[in-house]
């Protein structure tokens, strides 16, 4: 089945640093993938939505110089949270979307930031 | 603009009772519904997705236009169905962008 493998699963950084997340279709191509973050016990508030090749979109209220999203191939796509605060720290998860595979949304197991 | 609804925050049943999560829908086009399912410490799994009308783990959910809802429901629930159950829709189409919409999501704890 389609999988997706987001990394790192868990990150510690400093405020002022920044951060990035890779999120990678192993066995199929994603023509758009999503960023997601979760709060705890809370649901999945969709950020952004990237295609390869083209400036990502982002959801009302999502700041795009902070949460840097590259789509670089049909494969990957990063989100680098920059100047980090300890706001910041969430739980974030990726989704690929192919035309491949059964359900076209795949998940990735998701990154705890936390930022200190 | 996609909107999901879930109206409870927790669903507390006695094992082998029926158990109906609600789901309820606003979109303008004609949307896609999954349910989506988080056990503990794992990542999100697709339980059903209403277009393939399968059942799985015992699980069914019925696409009502009419209502706009897209209920979850088993008729005997077993302790390993507790969990964290998710309704999301997705508005195909290009100008919609396929985007994934969840609901706020529904506990289910499922009690001996």
């Known amino acids: 089945g389609a999988v997706v493998s987001q990394h790192p699963s868990r990150v510690i950084c400093k405020s002022g640093t920044s951060v990035k997340i890779e999120c990678r279709s192993l066995d199929f191509q994603a023509t758009t993938m999503f960023w997601y973050r979760q709060f705890p016990k809370q649901s999945l508030m969709l950020m952004a939505t990237s295609n390869e090749g083209s400036k990502a979109t982002y959801e009302q209220g999502v700041e795009k110089d902070k949460f840097l999203i590259n789509h670089a191939s049909l494969t990957l796509s990063t989100l680098t949270v920059t100047s980090a605060h300890p706001e910041d720290s969430s739980f974030y998860i990726c989704s690929a979307y192919g035309l491949e595979g059964v359900n076209g949304y795949t998940f990735g197991s998701g990154t705890r930031l936390t930022v200190v | 603009a996609q909107r999901v609804t879930q109206p409870e925050k927790l669903l507390s049943v006695f094992k082998g009772a029926p158990v109906e999560l609600k789901c309820n829908y606003s979109?303008?086009?004609?949307?896609?519904l999954f349910w989506y399912v988080q056990y503990s410490r794992q990542r999100l799994q697709l339980l059903l997705r209403h277009i393939s009308r399968e059942s799985i783990k015992g699980f069914t959910a019925d696409l009502n236009k009419g209502e706009t809802s897209f209920h979850l429901k088993k008729p005997f629930a077993q302790e390993e169905d507790s969990a964290m159950y998710y309704c999301?829709?997705?508005?195909?189409?290009?100008?919609?962008?396929?985007?994934?919409?969840f609901g706020a999501g529904t506990i289910l704890r499922v009690k001996s």
């Open positions: 979109y303008s086009g004609s949307p896609e």
């Open positions: 999301a829709l997705s508005g195909r189409g290009e100008e919609y962008g396929n985007k994934l919409v």
